[in-house]
Structure formats: C-alpha cells, structure tokens
C-alpha cells in the first residue's frame, strides 16, 4: 500500500536556523505531493504542492521538490521564525484516487528565540 | 468566504454511546472527506462522499458511518463509542473527485472525548 516516511521529532532550532523536515513515500505510480501545517489547537493548513517529478513546491519562504528517483519530498527553509512552531504533515495522494490523502506522522517543529 | 466550518468544537461521550459531527464545505466544493487523527499521529482516511453517496473509505468498522446532504454538507456518525475513538475528527473538502483539483482544505476539527 501507499504510505508517508516523515522524520521524527521534535525538531528545536534556533529562530533564523535553516529546517530541513526529511520526507519519503512508498507508492505504486507518481502521486501528487502536499505538505500541510497544524499550528495548536487548529485544523490542517495546505503549505505548499508538487504534481510531478522536479516540480517545486513554494509557499511562505517554505520549499519542497518532488524527487521521483528518491521518492522524495522534503521540506525546507532558509530562516525559520518562532511563528513556525507547529506540527507539519507530508501527504501525497492521487490521480483518480479521489483526492484521498494518505500522511505522514507528522513532525512537531518548535523555534525558539 | 467562508471556509469548511464544523460542529460542535468539543464533545465528552461514554462509551457505548452515538455520536454525531457535522461539516459544511467551503463554497464551491461538493466532495467531503472525514478524516480521524489520534493523538500525535497524522489523519487517517474514514471515508469521503460524493453526490450523496459513500465513495472511498478507509480501514474503519462499520460503527463510523455517514452522509451528505443536498447542500453538500456531511455528517459523521459512530455507534457504540469506544475508549479508542477519542481523537481530533477532521473534515475536508474539495472539487469531486473528477474535477481536477487535489487540494483539500480542512475544517477545525471537532474534539471527541470518550470516557
């Protein structure tokens, strides 16, 4: 079956530290890739997307590319804030599947000043 | 523009009781899916309806059961709650599932609690 490999953690960086949150996924075809975010006590939020191999993702300083020969798709930031403490969800799902969403455990990043 | 609303924000049941959570889309989209997340775990898949009707679920027991309304909003109901249902239910939303867009944009959650 399909499944989302995200690195554990909580990860701690200092504010303005690079982020690198390793994503992989196990899939049978090309599924589209998301990284969502969950700040406390709130629902999901779409981060950034990647439909196909190489595309890159972008949204709030935030990267991604979608790495088919790595089966990869891991999320990245040049200089994080305090205000990015919250937990982030790789997913991928796919065409024709319905738009069905299989994640990832989830990785809790807490920036501190 | 509203976004995916869902009620209630909280709910404490016992066990063996029934529950029901209920979500409307976000304007403009006629597919919801339910998704449960336990405690530090990502969501997992319940069920999605299209049209009024059951189209894709997930490895969940026939307790978790649901529906769509004319308008497109949902509801989801489990029978005979257990001490293992607890957990954050979130509702998402999208185009149908032939309409080309994969993005889904998710409700607040409801949290049920079952003691």
């Known amino acids: 079956g399909n499944s989302v490999t995200q690195m554990e953690g909580p990860v701690t960086l200092s504010e303005e530290a690079f982020l690198t949150i390793n994503c992989t996924y196990t899939a049978t075809g090309y599924p589209s890739l998301f990284w969502y975010v969950q700040y406390p006590g709130e629902g999901l939020q779409l981060l950034l997307k990647?439909?196909?191999?190489?595309d890159k993702g972008s949204n709030k300083g935030f990267e991604a590319t979608y790495r088919k020969e790595t089966t990869s798709f891991h999320l990245e930031k040049g200089s994080v804030q305090v205000s990015d403490s919250a937990v982030y969800f790789c997913a991928l799902t796919f065409t024709g599947g319905g738009n069905k969403l299989t994640f990832g455990t989830g990785t809790q990043l807490k920036v501190e000043l | 523009d509203a976004g995916v609303t869902q009620s209630p924000t909280h709910l404490i049941k016992t066990r063996g009781q029934q529950v029901t959570l209920r979500c409307s889309p976000k304007s403009g989209h006629d597919t919801v899916s339910w998704y449960q997340q336990a405690l530090g775990q990502g969501p997992q898949f319940i069920f999605q309806?299209?049209?009024?009707?059951?189209?894709q679920r997930g490895n969940f027991p026939d307790r978790f059961s649901g529906h769509q309304f004319p308008n497109y909003s949902s509801e989801l109901n489990v029978n005979a709650l257990l001490l293992g249902d607890s957990a954050l239910y979130l509702c998402a939303s999208s185009t149908g599932p032939g309409g080309g867009s994969y993005e889904q944009y998710f409700g607040p959650g409801t949290r049920l609690t079952v003691t």
């Open positions: 309806y299209y049209e009024e009707e059951e189209r």
């Open positions: 990647a439909t196909k191999a190489d």
